[in-house]
């Protein structure tokens, strides 16, 4: 069986499955209720409901990716959303970007298996080997064996859902506009979860990466698919999530938003992270 192995465990999470299902279980319960702001699919002046969606309507996620002592709590506050859910969903597509290889299109894994300190998510090969005939999708081993986008994401799916198989991709080159034609059959049913891999802005001082994030969030919760890598490293993945969510009359709820400087970080040089809820309205 061809497995890839965890690249960042010991470094962006705990190594130790004992301490780091500790963790996540500790993230995924907390005391203080979720702070949230709804944002319909068509921007409005009116107000708001300011309560969670129905937990069967749960369609996508936008999480951060950075180390979880940065932004693993904003993490968290997103996948705590699923644990109502956990035996509906059947499949995760989970899309992230490439850090270490530029190439034209996107990444399949050429893996069976994602291994992780808490045990191994199954792949869907068959979709895999589907895409992979298509112009824009490029099996690579390479592109996925140190990325670390995806990896830290895989924790908290195994420990908020009940049984999975996952769709892993990685972006470089390739149009918003192309990847949701080709994404959009493989989200209809609702027993597949969009999980989007993104931070926000890259070591700029803590003041000014707030006005830059907040104008971020707004184009996002505008259904504007128009973010660039420096505005957020998984724009690509955002964008195209934001094209099918606005098609579809989707509703993003906002959960949590800050950056390193807020965490663990210094105020000099901070990264901004957010999760949001995207929902059907249905």
Same mark, same amino acid.
């Given at each position: 069986?061809?497995?890839?192995?965890?690249?960042?465990?010991?470094?962006?999470?705990?190594?130790?499955?004992?301490? *780091?299902? !500790? @963790?996540?279980? %500790?993230? &995924? $319960?907390?005391?203080?209720?979720? +702070?949230?702001?709804?944002? =319909?699919?068509?921007?409005?002046?009116?107000?708001?409901?300011?309560?969670?969606?129905?937990?069967?309507?749960?369609?996508?996620?936008?999480?951060?990716?950075?180390?979880?002592?940065?932004?693993?709590?904003?993490?968290?506050?997103?996948?705590?959303?699923?644990?109502?859910?956990?035996?509906?969903?059947?499949?995760?597509?989970?899309?992230?970007?490439?850090?270490?290889?530029?190439?034209?299109?996107?990444?399949?894994?050429?893996?069976?298996?994602?291994?992780?300190?808490?045990?191994?998510?199954? *792949?869907? !090969? @068959?979709?895999? %080997?589907? &895409? $992979?005939?298509?112009?824009?999708? +490029?099996?690579?081993?390479? =592109?996925?064996?140190?990325?670390?986008?995806?990896?830290?994401?895989?924790?908290?799916?195994?420990?908020?859902?009940?049984?999975?198989?996952?769709?892993?991709?990685?972006?470089?080159?390739?149009?918003?506009?192309?990847?949701?034609?080709?994404?959009?059959?493989?989200?209809?049913?609702?027993?597949?979860?969009?999980?989007?891999?993104?931070?926000?802005?890259?070591?700029?001082?803590?003041?000014?990466?707030?006005?830059?994030?907040?104008?971020?969030?707004?184009?996002?919760?505008?259904?504007?698919?128009?973010? !660039?890598?420096?505005? %957020?490293?998984? $724009?690509?993945?955002?964008?195209?999530?934001?094209?099918?969510?606005?098609?579809?009359?989707?509703?993003?709820?906002?959960?949590?938003?800050?950056?390193?400087?807020?965490?663990?970080?210094?105020?000099?040089?901070?990264?901004?992270?957010?999760?949001?809820?995207?929902?059907?309205?249905?």
């Amino acid at each position: 069986m061809n497995i890839r192995h965890p690249a960042v465990a010991g470094r962006f999470y705990q190594k130790s499955p004992a301490q *780091l299902k !500790t @963790q996540l279980e %500790a993230w &995924l $319960s907390p005391v203080q209720p979720i +702070e949230t702001t709804p944002l =319909a699919a068509i921007p409005s002046d009116h107000a708001v409901d300011p309560h969670l969606p129905t937990a069967n309507a749960i369609r996508a996620l936008i999480v951060p990716h950075a180390g979880y002592i940065f932004s693993g709590r904003v993490a968290a506050k997103a996948y705590q959303a699923l644990l109502d859910v956990a035996d509906t969903i059947k499949h995760v597509i989970l899309i992230g970007p490439s850090h270490r290889y530029f190439f034209q299109g996107c990444a399949l894994p050429t893996a069976e298996q994602f291994s992780t300190p808490l045990g191994n998510v199954t *792949l869907n !090969t @068959q979709t895999i %080997a589907t &895409l $992979s005939e298509i112009e824009d999708f +490029e099996l690579s081993e390479q =592109a996925h064996a140190l990325e670390h986008s995806l990896e830290v994401q895989l924790p908290f799916l195994q420990t908020v859902l009940s049984n999975f198989s996952l769709l892993p991709i990685l972006t470089s080159n390739v149009s918003p506009a192309k990847l949701a034609k080709l994404i959009d059959p493989l989200w209809q049913s609702n027993d597949t979860l969009l999980v989007v891999s993104s931070d926000l802005s890259h070591f700029h001082p803590y003041h000014k990466a707030q006005r830059i994030d907040r104008n971020t969030c707004h184009l996002i919760e505008h259904f504007e698919p128009t973010l !660039t890598p420096e505005q %957020a490293c998984g $724009s690509t993945g955002i964008n195209t999530l934001l094209l099918l969510a606005k098609q579809r009359g989707y509703q993003l709820t906002r959960l949590a938003l800050n950056n390193s400087g807020d965490t663990a970080g210094d105020k000099e040089k901070v990264v901004g992270y957010v999760s949001y809820l995207i929902s059907n309205t249905e």
